[in-house]
């Protein structure tokens, strides 16, 4: 039963361009959602967070949307960049349950010269 | 400033055989955690601590052992291992409280193959 879904395994942008990372989740409990993203042999860093109080929440190029009535979250990272190839994570938590995170399978981002 | 330290970094097992894996964090975290990371799969919580002393289980909690004797360390124990608990481990903690009580950082894993 994945409460968390990244529907999507993989995704292939060109340098400059925008490139959007989709997360559903099912659990109407969560509260707080957050994007780690992952380079091979590393552990996952943390990218950006948003609370169930905001629809939306931005840092630099990166910016995070939630629609609480689709439980629908989205990473847009403009212009994209080399060095934004990674796999990301989204995640999501109850913060009244122990703050333990579930995460989706994950979205590897190829960004292209 | 090393933040969360796994060791070791990659381990071969025997099936049957038993080993530990130690997590430390320099950052002061009440809380701490042990996710695997399979393919195909997001990161599974396996055991988790609040705090020194306290443990407790998460997700996949099966033939998996923690303890937590000192606040900078958490400890996983496989006391038998299986082809199954090949995996990459990853730990993970956060402060208990304030602005950032939400964020988990994660050490960089242990790659684990049971043969």
């Known amino acids: 039963d994945q409460q968390v879904k990244q529907n999507s395994p993989s995704l292939s942008v060109q340098e400059g361009r925008i490139s959007i990372l989709n997360c559903d989740y099912t659990n109407s409990m969560f509260d707080y959602f957050l994007w780690y993203k992952k380079y091979p042999a590393e552990g996952p860093t943390f990218l950006i967070s948003i609370s169930s109080i905001k629809d939306k929440n931005e840092d630099g190029r990166f910016t995070v949307f939630l629609n609480k009535s689709a439980k629908h979250l989205s990473l847009h990272i403009v212009p994209s960049q080399p060095g934004d190839s990674a796999v990301y994570f989204c995640a999501a938590l109850f913060t009244g349950g122990g703050n333990k995170l579930t995460f989706g399978t994950g979205t590897q981002l190829k960004v292209e010269l | ?115």
Not at chain 2, 5 to 22: A, E, N, Y
Not at chain 2, 80 to 107: D, K, L, M, W
């Open chain 2, 1 to 115: 400033n090393a933040g969360v330290t796994q060791t070791p970094k990659f381990r071969v097992l025997k099936t049957g055989q038993s080993m530990t894996l130690l997590c430390a964090q320099d950052m002061n975290h009440e809380y701490m955690y042990w996710y695997r990371q399979d393919p195909g799969m997001g990161l599974r919580l396996i055991h988790y601590s609040v705090g020194e002393g306290t443990t407790a289980k998460g997700e996949v909690p099966d033939g998996y052992n923690v303890s937590r004797l000192k606040k900078q360390n958490f400890l996983l124990g496989l006391e038998s291992a299986a082809p199954s608990q090949t995996s990459v481990y990853f730990c993970a903690s956060r402060e208990h409280s304030g602005p950032s009580r939400n964020i988990q950082y994660f050490g960089a894993g242990t790659r684990l193959s049971v043969l």
